[in-house]
């Protein structure tokens, strides 16, 4: 059922371009498609529908295409190779980096030219526009929208039901919230919405529902839980208007 080639695990029905470079040590999973130029560092795990577009780098033991629960369930309970899974679609798109140690879920959309630090986790039917960095040690929960030009610096976390316009800056260790409530109860997860041009000072919290709009600036360290109107600048705990962003800093 599956071929190996050298120390590659490279199954029969996986797409792979000629003119790619597949390091030792891998697992390339039924469906794959590898396009021309992608480089495949030493560990790496790609599975079910995925498909890397040309000229991007995935590296040390990263996996690509890791099954969502209910797949995942399946596998187990069926003893079911996770190579021959075929689950929904995860797209990298052209020239992007994934650094090692980076775990991409199936059903995820990754834009041209994107950019991953050390270790980030990215899950299930999130959507990153082209440009983005997600830093090292980043957690995007599923279900986000990231628009283009998105800058998450070291630590961010991103719940469920999060979405996060263009050109928005999350400094380190920034974080939404999706829940109101800090009890193990069923409550329905609203996460804030990040207009363009936001940028979060580094140890920020968001709290649920809240819309930052266009341009507003949030202090280091701000517990945020009322909206802004464009071009607020905003600090502290609980976080209160300062002023507006000056004209000049644009």
């Not at 109101?180 to 109860?185: E, N």
């Amino acid at each position: 059922m599956k071929e190996n080639r050298n120390l590659k695990q490279i199954h029969f029905k996986a797409n792979i371009h000629e003119e790619s470079f597949i390091e030792d040590f891998t697992v390339i999973g039924k469906g794959v498609t590898i396009e021309k130029d992608v480089y495949i560092a030493n560990g790496v795990k790609i599975y079910g529908k995925a498909i890397i577009k040309e000229g991007t780098y995935i590296g040390e033991n990263c996996i690509i295409g890791h099954p969502q629960r209910e797949k995942l369930n399946e596998i187990i309970t069926y003893k079911k190779s996770i190579s021959e899974l075929e689950g929904p679609t995860v797209i990298i798109n052209k020239n992007c980096v994934i650094r090692a140690g980076t775990i991409i879920y199936s059903e995820v959309i990754i834009g041209d030219n994107c950019q991953t630090g050390h270790n980030a986790l990215i899950r299930e039917k999130t959507k990153i526009g082209e440009f983005s960095l997600i830093g090292t040690n980043c957690i995007i929960d599923g279900n986000v929208s990231i628009g283009i030009n998105a800058n998450m610096q070291t630590g961010v976390y991103i719940p469920l039901h999060c979405t996060i316009q263009n050109n928005v800056f999350m400094g380190p260790f920034s974080k939404l919230i999706n829940d109101k409530y800090m009890l193990r109860k069923r409550f329905d997860l609203i996460g804030p919405t990040i207009e363009d041009y936001v940028s979060l000072g580094a140890n920020s919290v968001i709290f649920p529902g809240v819309r930052l709009k266009t341009g507003t600036i949030v202090g280091a360290g701000a517990v945020v839980n009322i909206n802004t109107e464009e071009g607020d600048i905003v600090a502290g705990n609980p976080a209160k208007f300062l002023r507006k962003k000056p004209d000049n800093w644009e």
